[in-house]
């Protein structure tokens, strides 16, 4: 995931004069009962803040820009029952597996068309498929769309054929947009967006707000809204305090702990989303000198207060968590979450096994869209001096923060994943963090290779072998630590009462198809 989140300390929010000039002469009681432009009228437009613009190379990944406007400009193939992961129809109607389980056959719907009035056909899923394989696009289901070749018999038919069964081919239709093949290059310069989905792109100023229109033509019925408006506040207490002001009608992944101000539910909504799917983490670059030795890395994961993250940074709307799976996950086995149960004495004797000298330094990393990555980076921080580890923190731009994980100078840093509640094989072959070939941490083994192709050969996920090679996997993830997961949570979004019908898919990207604003 992406660091998908927009949170920190709302110290903004006790601000009477913060507060006062965002919200001029009205008062936030009032403008929590008035939602922007659609107060008190069918229509209006949803008014979206958020601390990051729009980043148009992470379309194709779970990321800020997916989980915000994925479902809104674009379509999937299918939506999954989020209780039971079942695959329901979206832009496939129906989906036939071979009884050999190397060939799905989708049905399409004919009657779905791009923003631009062209016929969604059966060479856009082939298309969609190949971007999503590409290295360019940079996608966490890039292993899984590249095993796939897609066959176009008519229009309205795709047959997606791998050479052997894919376990986890659903979580690949669920995540893919259909992007238009035609407006490629222009996508990736962030000039223009069309999708297939309820909204339109309108225009976008860069570093401060896009603007999307109510696409009358949409499949599924034109959407209850005239627009979205995605607002960029870069300040986090200021992004809260739009909502009280009546600026912003939306925040997505809040800080639990910044939230105290909307305790009021008959003027605010908190809403955690039921998605499971959030982790955040410590990554450690195993290619720097002073991680290469695992006993340092597993000295910090001791040294963590995971139960403190978890109580204070999330509000208790969080679990601490040594494996990234989630309750939901075939691979969740309890005894392994709680394997880094504190211990600093047992941390400082591992320091001191692998030749630490006490004092030295390393620097924590982290992006500012991530509005939470402040408070536990803070905690880390005081965590990490207790065992004699001198933390540096390095907050950066949340745009230049990904491409900085990937340029090899970084030490630690904090992020979210996803995909802990998907089939396992998805987080194994394609989150960013566990990925057997170029993960974050620059690290490699032929055993941990090996243990990620036994979990992508697995067939049925309840299966007895499937839990031997999930618990082998997640034996090597717990003893390298070269991922230090720390706490499993969801979303918290926050709105006035009066925004309703917010949906969204087993990604996070939300579905603003049936909001309404009055």
């Not at 211990?343 to 630490?356: C, F, I, M, N, V």
């Not at 094989?425 to 170029?438: C, N, Q, R, V, Y």
């Amino acid at each position: 995931m992406t660091g998908l989140t927009r949170r920190a300390f709302l110290t903004a929010l006790g601000s009477v004069g913060a507060a006062g000039a965002l919200a001029g002469c009205t008062s936030a009681v009032e403008q929590a009962r008035r939602v922007g432009t659609g107060a008190g009228r069918p229509g209006g437009t949803l008014v979206i803040g958020s601390l990051t613009d729009i980043d148009p190379k992470t379309v194709y990944t779970q990321s800020i820009t997916t989980m915000t406007l994925g479902l809104l400009l674009w379509d999937t193939l299918i939506r999954y029952d989020r209780r039971t992961l079942q695959p329901l129809p979206s832009v496939a109607t129906a989906f036939e597996r071979s009884q050999d389980g190397t060939a799905l056959r989708l049905t399409l719907r004919d009657d779905v068309t791009f923003h631009t009035g062209r016929p969604l056909t059966s060479a856009d899923v082939a298309y969609a498929v190949a971007t999503y394989a590409s290295d360019k696009a940079g996608s966490q289901l890039q292993s899984t769309a590249s095993a796939i070749t897609v066959e176009t018999p008519d229009p309205h038919t795709a047959v997606l054929r791998s050479a052997k069964p894919i376990g986890n081919i659903f979580d690949l239709l669920e995540f893919m947009l259909l992007t238009d093949r035609e407006t490629a290059a222009e996508l990736q310069r962030g000039e223009t967006f069309v999708g297939t989905g309820p909204f339109r792109f309108t225009g976008r100023q860069t570093g401060a707000q896009a603007d999307l229109a109510r696409y009358d033509g949409y499949w599924n019925g034109p959407a209850a809204l005239d627009g979205v408006r995605l607002r960029v506040v870069r300040d986090s207490g200021a992004l809260l305090t739009s909502v009280r002001a009546g600026q912003s009608d939306l925040v997505l992944d809040a800080a639990p702990q910044s939230l105290r101000p909307f305790h009021d539910s008959s003027l605010w909504r908190v809403e955690s989303e039921d998605v499971d799917d959030v982790a955040y983490y410590v990554g450690a670059n195993v290619a720097d000198p002073r991680l290469s030795d695992k006993r340092v890395r597993q000295a910090i994961s001791y040294a963590v207060d995971r139960g403190r993250i978890a109580d204070e940074v999330f509000v208790r709307r969080a679990h601490a968590s040594s494996a990234p799976w989630a309750q939901t996950s075939p691979a969740y086995d309890p005894q392994a979450n709680a394997r880094y149960a504190r211990d600093l004495d047992h941390a400082r004797s591992l320091l001191a096994e692998a030749g630490w000298r006490n004092g030295s330094s390393l620097t924590l990393s982290y992006g500012t869209g991530l509005a939470v990555a402040p408070s536990i980076a803070a905690v880390i921080q005081n965590n990490l001096a207790e065992i004699g580890i001198t933390v540096q923190l390095d907050p950066r731009e949340q745009a230049a923060f990904n491409p900085f994980l990937k340029s090899g100078k970084h030490q630690l840093w904090i992020n979210p994943h996803g995909f802990g509640q998907s089939n396992p094989a998805t987080l194994a072959t394609g989150a960013a963090p566990f990925k057997p070939k170029g993960n974050l941490s620059a690290f490699s083994s032929s055993t941990y290779t090996d243990a990620v192709a036994r979990i992508t050969s697995v067939v049925d996920p309840r299966s007895a072998d499937a839990r031997a090679a999930y618990a082998a996997y997640t034996d090597i993830l717990l003893d390298e630590q070269f991922v230090i997961d720390l706490v499993i949570t969801t979303s918290t979004n926050v709105s006035p009462l009066a925004v309703k019908g917010l949906g969204w898919n087993t990604y996070k990207y939300i579905d603003a198809h049936r909001v309404t604003v009055r």
